[in-house]
């Protein structure tokens, strides 16, 4: 049968959070300066089929009207 666990296990106002282990150091943060990367082209292949697939819609839009 199941058991509530004791209350020092459960949380609560008894329960506390031990603090951070260097957490505030000036030494956090990236070990590296990162370079720009190559981010433009991956982008630029998304803009072209987002603007594919617009123009498409358009299209088909004005192909409903006429």
């Not at 459960?10 to 030494?27: I, K, M, Q, V």
């Not at 590296?32 to 594919?52: D, F, N, Q, S, Y």
Request: hydrophobic share 45%; net charge positive.
């Amino acid at each position: 049968m199941w058991q509530r666990p004791p209350r020092h296990e459960r949380g609560g106002a008894g329960c506390r959070t031990p603090p951070g282990e260097s957490s505030t150091a000036s030494g956090t943060g990236p070990h590296e300066t990162r370079t720009r990367g190559w981010a433009k082209g991956p982008m630029a292949v998304i803009a072209v089929v987002v603007l594919m697939i617009a123009a498409f819609f358009l299209a088909y839009a004005l192909v409903l009207l006429v």
